[in-house]
């Protein structure tokens, strides 16, 4: 009898630290190079020269020093994790009311008949998320009442990660406006922002309506019993719950201007939702005390995918250590020079997507890579929005899939979805998408866009 393989990936904790020493060993293998840098006033960000590539002294990252690189990794992701201790806290005070699950039985009983209509919704909500905002570890805290909205409608988790991070990352690939991709590619790039958006609008919808449609068919055909309501849940959202619902919309409005305004950082949006739930505590009528053990008890919940952000992020310190990350970006991008137009484009998100495993920050890939591939563009004969494309669509589109991406495992996680499920039914998604990305790039090519 033959048996049946079956796709399977380690504990998310086992394959980051396994991925740390890989990049470790990877600092022995590759020879040491860098790029010099310069400040660059647009961005405010420190970026490469192009043209400056040289070998530097060998520093290779011994297996005691890959694991010191571990904590490390959690501090230089500080920020980030306590975005998403705060944010954790503030909704666990926010559900603690009960407002969510009333909230989600109210729609659940408004769509009777029409369930599947709460995908493209929810969908487009957390898509509109990424474009704006590139939202990722904001999704984190929010995965507990998905998962009551989705066992309300008999849903499986994946329809819960599928409608969530799967549309807010196809909404960041495609965004005309997200601030930290296009935005910072194209200021790189010496464009106008927001140049190309009504283009870029255009395959945006055409790969959001293409995720929504799959997430649709197989939530349909993955459907199970229904969870019964509780009777309080059953009660129906009361005046308090507008209330409160209102305040999380105010915040999150808040945090738009905030960013795109007064350049809000990761701790800005932190001190933001902390509010938030404070006032939401102390409206609710669950006092100091009541809203502080919440918030305990949100920052518990949080743990995990805390500690998945800081060892996502320890790959880059050791490849950092091993000063071969600018190694890898000029063996990507070396052979695209002596290729035709076409073909320099699609190479480009192909080198992209590969840079984005060991360099999982969309911004920071941004001002690695863009300066080189200006000069190339330019050389070629190609339009820099051109390959602001190729840029947002491989390295965007790559959040999908990548285990180095620790908000993505932190979702999966606090959804019980693993890796490997993910995988099988992201990746032939991801595919089309690319696709999508492709065809796009082919038409702006073709049509000249500037």
């Not at 070998?55 to 975005?83: T, Y």
């Not at 729609?107 to 995908?119: E, N, Q, S, T, Y």
Request: proline share 5%; with cysteine; hydrophobic share 55%.
């Amino acid at each position: 009898m033959t048996r049946r393989f079956r796709f399977s990936v380690p504990h998310p904790l086992v394959l980051l630290t396994a991925c740390v020493i890989l990049a470790a060993v990877a600092s022995h293998v590759l020879p040491a190079g860098e790029f010099d840098r310069r400040d660059d006033e647009a961005t405010g960000r420190s970026v490469v020269v192009a043209g400056t590539y040289h070998e530097v002294d060998p520093s290779p990252v011994g297996f005691f020093d890959a694991i010191v690189a571990l904590p490390r990794g959690m501090a230089d992701a500080a920020e980030v994790i306590f975005l998403v201790f705060l944010i954790g806290g503030a909704f666990t005070v926010v559900d603690e009311t009960g407002a969510l699950k009333r909230g989600v039985t109210s729609m659940v009983r408004a769509l009777h008949g029409r369930d599947l209509l709460v995908i493209p919704v929810v969908s487009v909500l957390f898509a509109t998320g990424g474009v704006v905002e590139n939202m990722q570890e904001e999704i984190i805290p929010l995965v507990p009442v998905l998962l009551i909205l989705t066992r309300r409608l008999g849903f499986t988790p994946m329809v819960a990660v599928a409608m969530s991070a799967g549309a807010a990352f196809v909404g960041s690939a495609f965004s005309p406006i997200n601030p930290f991709q296009v935005s910072i590619a194209q200021r790189l790039a010496e464009l106008p922002l927001g140049s190309g958006a009504g283009f870029r609008i255009v395959f945006l919808l055409i790969a959001l309506a293409f995720w929504i449609t799959v997430t649709m068919r197989y939530a349909r055909r993955t459907r199970g019993p229904a969870e019964d309501v509780a009777d309080e849940a059953a009660e129906g959202v009361r005046a308090a719950d507008l209330g409160i619902f209102a305040l999380v919309g105010v915040t999150f409005a808040a945090v738009v201007v905030g960013m795109f305004a007064w350049h809000w950082g990761f701790n800005e949006l932190s001190a933001a939702f902390f509010i938030m739930g404070v006032i939401v505590g102390l409206l609710s009528g669950m006092r100091v005390g009541g809203t502080a053990e919440a918030y305990v008890r949100g920052f518990r919940g949080m743990a995990y995918a805390g500690i998945l952000i800081g060892f996502a992020r320890a790959i880059y310190v050791v490849l950092q250590d091993g000063r071969i990350v600018d190694t890898i970006v000029h063996a990507m991008f070396t052979p695209l020079e002596g290729l035709p137009v076409l073909a320099s484009s699609m190479g480009m998100v192909a080198a992209q997507t590969a840079i984005h495993v060991p360099v999982p920050s969309v911004s920071g890939q941004a001002v690695l890579t863009m300066p080189l591939l200006v000069p190339l563009s330019d050389l070629l004969g190609m339009s820099r929005q051109v390959t602001v494309l190729a840029y947002q669509y491989g390295a965007g589109l790559c959040e999908l899939l990548t285990p180095t991406n620790g908000a993505l495992m932190a979702i999966l996680a606090s959804a019980g979805v693993r890796y490997e499920d993910w995988i099988r039914f992201a990746a032939p998604r991801y595919l089309v998408l690319v696709a999508i990305g492709v065809v796009a790039i082919g038409v702006a090519l073709g049509v000249g866009l500037q």
